[in-house]
């Protein structure tokens, strides 16, 4: 089948704690994998991609590496901010499809105290 | 950059009440637009894309429609809305090769 699992929230972190959101993918190829962020009162935007395997996709100190014999897209951050707080996604495109057509996984909301 | 506009944030709406829901595209033309639902414990769901003016393809079978009547204008529609299209909906769009964008969603709960 087609789908995306990611690790079930809420997390909760402590400022500079390490973050880990797991993130597997299901495909019969290898589809463009993203990692999309929703801050609160904000859409969703787009945090990094990669698009073929091995590929490390990264912004703002977050970063994901495409993994096809594990067919996986870990979300990590070596320390995360307040600012980080927000809902996080894993998508993988779909084939034939155009950008916006993803299939999504459940999101991760992540909380980072002070 | 392109936008999209969508609203209202949160609605509560009793069981057999119409719905509709619109988004509205700024900053590009000719986009790919997109319906997404998010019921509780699950991802987001494709629920229907419009390529253009009056293109609508459904992705899942549902009490739920969409139109698109201008070139940057989507909506989604209900005419007697189900305890089970409570979720979040969230309005996407993309142009060929660019990357999607994304609205705010609506978070509906029907009661």
């Known amino acids: 089948g087609n789908s995306v699992t990611q690790m079930e929230g809420p997390v909760t972190l402590s400022e500079e704690a390490f973050l880990t959101i797991n993130c597997t993918y299901t495909?019969?190829?290898?589809?463009?994998l993203f990692w999309y962020v929703q801050y609160p009162g904000e859409g969703l935007q787009l945090l990094l991609k990669?698009?073929?395997?091995?590929d490390k996709g990264s912004n703002k100190g977050f970063e994901a590496t495409y993994r096809k014999e594990t067919t996986s897209f870990h979300l990590e951050k070596g320390s995360v901010q307040v600012s980080d707080s927000a809902v996080y996604f894993c998508?993988?495109?779909?084939?034939?499809?155009?950008?916006?057509?993803?299939?999504f996984g459940k999101g991760t909301k992540l909380s980072v105290k002070p | 950059s392109q936008t999209i506009h969508q609203w209202p944030a949160t609605l509560v709406q009793p069981v057999g009440s119409p719905l509709s829901l619109e988004c509205t595209v700024e900053?590009?033309?000719?986009?790919?637009l997109y319906w997404y639902r998010q019921a509780a414990g699950r991802g987001l769901q494709l629920l229907f894309y419009?390529?253009?003016?009056?293109?609508i393809s459904s992705e899942v079978p549902q009490n739920l429609s969409a139109s698109r009547p201008q070139d940057r204008q989507f909506i989604l529609s209900s005419k007697k809305l189900l305890l089970s299209d409570s979720g979040f909906y969230l309005c996407?769009?993309?142009?060929?090769?660019?990357?999607?964008?994304f609205g705010q969603g609506t978070r509906l709960t029907v009661v």
């Open positions: 495909a019969t190829g290898y589809p463009s």
């Open positions: 419009s390529v253009g003016i009056g293109q």
């Open positions: 998508a993988r495109g779909s084939y034939g499809g155009s950008q916006g057509n993803l299939i």
């Open positions: 990669a698009t073929k395997a091995d």
């Open positions: 996407a769009g993309d142009r060929s090769n660019t990357e999607a964008f």
């Open positions: 900053g590009t033309s000719n986009p790919n």
